[in-house]
């Protein structure tokens, strides 16, 4: 699972990264970004909401 992990950090910070590129999204507001960025990336790779996490997606 730590890869998944680590596939799925870096993949937030390169989306945030690319944000700030952008222009949509000031370095000073990196980290509340990055908090939903990998929120929604983690729930979409394992398919669950967080806050249920003995739910499946399915059910």
Avoid at 11 to 36: C, L, Q
Wanted: glycine residues 10%; without cysteine; negative net charge.
């Amino acid at each position: 699972m730590a890869s998944m992990d680590e596939q799925i950090l870096r993949a937030a910070k390169e989306i945030v990264v690319k944000f700030i590129e952008a222009g949509r999204v000031s370095p000073a507001g990196f980290k509340e970004t990055f908090t939903g960025v990998y929120r929604t990336i983690d729930e979409t790779v394992r398919g669950r909401d967080r806050q249920n996490p003995g739910e499946d997606a399915g059910d």
